[in-house]
């Protein structure tokens, strides 16, 4: 593959629009669509975006017995979803302070504890050069409705027979699909 240009094709409010340019390894051009939180994409360095965009709780009770997930409202897919909760980060937020503020606002819970940062990862290869970390943690504290009038989010624990029961009928997000059997699984 050789990559030629980026052509904007259309700036949103929150995602830009992209066409790639590159030649096939048999020399045949073509051209790739995706979508970039970065307005202003130029080069192939800040295509492969090395800075996280986004941050992904993956949390657990003080127990480690229950995990957290919202059911959100995602308008993309037009349906109810279950996801981890997740949110930007900030031009001056580290991945830490980003996922605390996102905790709180989507489920008024507090993190107080994180085990792990998983390093960067794509959230959708397939057609985004959108980028996230994972912090895996815990949390506590009482459930309060989301602070944003955007997002329609139903947070609560589940115990893993209830994560293996949801995950036979109920549509998720990927990564929380594949992390939420896996855990689910465990003992």
């Given at each position: 593959m050789k990559f030629n240009s980026i052509k904007k094709i259309h700036d949103g409010e929150f995602i830009s629009r992209y066409d790639l340019h590159y030649e096939t390894e048999d020399?045949?051009?073509?051209t790739y669509e995706i979508i970039s939180r970065n307005h202003d994409l130029?080069?192939?360095e800040e295509l492969q975006n090395k800075r996280a965009d986004a941050v992904v709780l993956i949390l657990t009770d003080e127990t480690g017995d229950r995990i957290l997930l919202n059911r959100e409202f995602r308008m993309a897919a037009g349906q109810f979803?279950?996801?981890?909760?997740?949110g930007l980060i900030e031009p001056d937020e580290t991945p830490e302070k980003a996922a605390?503020?996102?905790l709180r606002e989507e489920t008024g819970l507090s993190l107080t504890e994180i085990r792990d940062k998983i390093g960067l990862s794509y959230s959708a290869i397939g057609f985004s050069n959108e980028t996230n970390v994972c912090i895996v943690g815990t949390a506590t504290g009482e459930f309060s409705e989301s602070t944003s009038s955007y997002?329609?989010?139903e947070a609560r624990w589940y115990t893993r027979s209830e994560v293996r029961e949801l995950l036979k009928t109920a549509?998720?997000?990927?990564?929380?699909?594949?992390?939420?059997?896996?855990?689910?699984?465990?003992k």
């Open positions: 020399g045949k051009p073509k130029k080069t192939l979803v279950y996801n981890f909760p997740a605390a503020r996102e997002e329609e989010i549509p998720f997000a990927a990564r929380t699909q594949a992390w939420c059997y896996c855990w689910s699984h465990e």
